[in-house]
């Protein structure tokens, strides 16, 4: 037979355990790993696994830009996909949870923005062949380099 302090011990024991599985339930977190084109390395946070895609690229980008990294990439999120490092080619939606892709490690790439000036890249590539480095860098950064 149980004494009354065991009782008592044996009741908040439960309560503790009920207690700690439905905050389990309620937030899953993670640990992700997210590569960050064009830098050194990776980045890596705790994330709930019910957080939206867009919401964790914009802890990536804080995150990044507290350290000092570089390149300098901005804040706003709009400005990047994120892909399953895993995964195919297809970026991961922003209205989706991280959690529902059953992975942790991702890239993040910055958009590629082309103005009505600029060149699609494999003219770039044909230019760059022909006209060698001195013709690519004046037409890129708009400066003459002149030869000898």
Known sequence: MKSGFEKMVLQKNKKKGRYEDETRRKSTRFLVTINIMGSAGPIRFVVNEKEV??????????????????PVLGFDATNFFLYCANAGFDAVSPLEAIGSFGVRNFVLCKKQVYSSKTVPQSELVSQKSSGGWKAWLNKSLGLKILSH
Not at 57 to 68: D, H, M, N, P, V
């Open 53 to 70: 895609v867009s919401g964790v690229i914009e802890t990536a980008l804080k995150s990044y830009a507290r350290e000092g990294r570089l």
